[in-house]
């Protein structure tokens, strides 16, 4: 299939962009960066099963782990982060407080590779298609985890008695939580850092992604919002004949001949919707090395360029801003020599955009929508029919829209415990997360001035003191949870 | 394959007369006998998935359930009964308790049939093989459960709100515990009766079983006991050549012939075993019409035959008076007229031995053996390397002795809520049982004089107080548990 900017449905495109982990391209992050990072830390295979829940087949595959032992001591705590939708080493590179955390617990961490992605792929890495893809589902990557685990402590000396935390953010965070959920014998709680575990269904509004995004532009700048809302109409009115479509194409540097055919209007403002959510997402304070370069406080840095209405005197100076400010996600530092291939996955080659697009057209649906009223987007409805025509175009497969509540129970929480939901402010993704503690055995945190998974990521001297605070308080739960398990439970 | 008594396995036959449901043949039972019982009771059907955790394929089968709502309100919670190894209606009519507590309660109340037994059989009922066979997981029995009773809530007006408790005796209550573990959002507690979920891996001494029915027999004559240990060496001398095995099956009443070829020494000893252990599972106060009937208190009965030591003169004598005893469970009403076939299922046609092996051979391996010298049987070791062949042979599968620990977390049951593991304390399966409450939010009721799920059964005048006690403090604790429920948490 193509790629996920060029789906019909929108939904791909924010899952292209779902975990927007701050790094270098993968290239760049492997072996010797891993090792030069913490000594200590090996690259590891376990032979997994495909299928937990039948007997019908015996496949295996290779799964990969990351194992960090510098600062464990024999029955010291395990950390297990849940990988996500991506190469694990994305994570490994991008999750400094894990690092942070091990010595002060005497922690080994553990990073599990996600099925199917990475190289932990089915099939000897063959294609994957409808044929291979069917047992990528959040269940058998759970059990998955839950196998290893029981391994590690099987194999390692001195691990047997210890006590396990699971840790994840975004998608890794969601199964961080539902890994407590559903195997609370093996983990003793869960970290679990920008989940929206409620994204599902209709349990919130579809757009409320979009909303939190648009709040975020209008802290930044009022006008900034009002800028890029009234931008989609001019760009449909420039759409309407080629002589306003070459004018795009020129002013925005797109590579693609911009005619309906190839790239649709909806393409492209589907690629400049992803740049400003994207920021919003990672609206850090300080520079980042995204899959993109990007400054800290991005949305305040595009804003900039958008704020001034005055400058507006033309439609043309209108959308000539736009690109200025799209610009600070595309092409910060010049990068971008000639043109904008918008084809290309905003997210680089570590995150699996047809893998994630399987998982979202078969168990994990999230309804996604824009109004251009309470958002400052455009007229985007949340379109089922159009959702499974293309899934099943794509994968052959059928969305279950309410598989992921069915399974792991949507807002009613009040039976679990030990699970740290932790959400910033400025995350769009905090709409769908829990944000409300249903009981005094779960914790939730909120940081301000914090975008997605920030407190995930190792201490920087510009980090807010809100989220200095987060780690904190999260270290102080951990432990507590560790002291108890350690008094008084029974462990594997 | 054959019947389970032929298998080499000596679990087989502990496993065909795992759940000893007391209750007629299902013939008996079925249709008109049902609406006798309760008038508002229907039979209906759900279109089930096959495989909740892939999306490999699309089959699915017809799942039938029982649904009564004779004394049900709108509002009122729903009893769900989660169905065991074998045809749902024979639950229906032989757990009376639900009946009573639903107008108690205003309870609704379903019976689930579980997949591959009874009429809810996968691949339109066609021959049970390794090619049918492997989508029978308790994994995938739990989202069946949880997949109806979404149903159930979207379909039937005024459950939406309903809180739903579990209900289930021996499989059934593992699996009633295991609906609460792992879909505490659907399930707001369970009765877990008689359910030895810690019978897997090595949790517990693999002749616990053997134990605890020896000591039902000591308790009724300590004389009883030591006749019958005596018996299996005593018969092994006679099996030594053919006059021997001849007198055997003479004084026996054996169909068979018994030659070391078609009917081993192993399988005629299994017969043995599995009446004795049958009768001490269902060791009840009063005449019960199982699938086969037999006197109240039947280990005392059959004692009586066993507990004077002058009589036996000779070995011959002491055989006769265990062909006596073992007559109590297998012809009571003297209605075997020929002779017994040992090649029957002990537990008639009700449940389904072939679905139960497989089940045993992949995902629930409980070690079971005999020593002959802590238990009144003879040594018998349990052997996994024949186990593994065994069910290599049967349905080319290969046991995962650690599957259910791993799965369901063995005894580390601390971090769960709002389930009562109820057991008989005369009933050889408690060994298997939780018999210690983990936190406050476990109950744990152990009941005496009480053999295999006594409580799920009807009140009877001959109940002792013990299980009249253990029945009101059952439906105290549910009673608790809704209304907590329903005051407080969010609902499907």
Redesign the interface.
Known sequence: MGRSLYSFLSLFLHLGVFCAWPGGLISKVQGRDLKAKNSLCDVKHFTQKL??????R?DTFRQRYVICQEHWSSGGPLLFYTGNEGDIMLFVNNTGFLFEMAPQLNAMIVFAEHRYYGQSIPFDGKTLNSTT???L?S??AL?DY??II?HLKRTIPGLKQSPVVAVGGSYGGMLAAWMR??????VIGALSSSAPILQFGNQIPCNTFAKIATQDYKMASPVCVDTIRRSWTIMEDFWKDQAGRDWLKDNFRVCQILDDRKVKLADFRLWLFSGWTYMAMTDYPYPTEFLKPMPGWPVKAACQHLSDLCSFKTDRDLLIAVYKGISVYYNYTGQVKDCFNISDSSTGTALGDTQWDYQAC??LVMPDCTDGKTDMFYYRPWNISEYNRECHKNFA??PDP?LAI?????????????IIFSNGKLDPWSGGGVIKAPSKRIKVILIDDAAHHLDLRSSHPDDPQSVVYARKKEIAIIKKWIITATN?????
């Not at 299928?51 to 019908?56: G, I």
């Open positions: 299928d937990h829940f039948s007997f019908a015996n893809l069917p047992w589902t269940t058998q059990a839950n196998y029981h959920m559903k195997y609370p014998a093996t078969s168990e497969v059928k309410s069915r399974e792991y129970g949507g807002r009613d929480l009040v039976a679990h415990s030990n008084s439970a029974e462990y594997l």
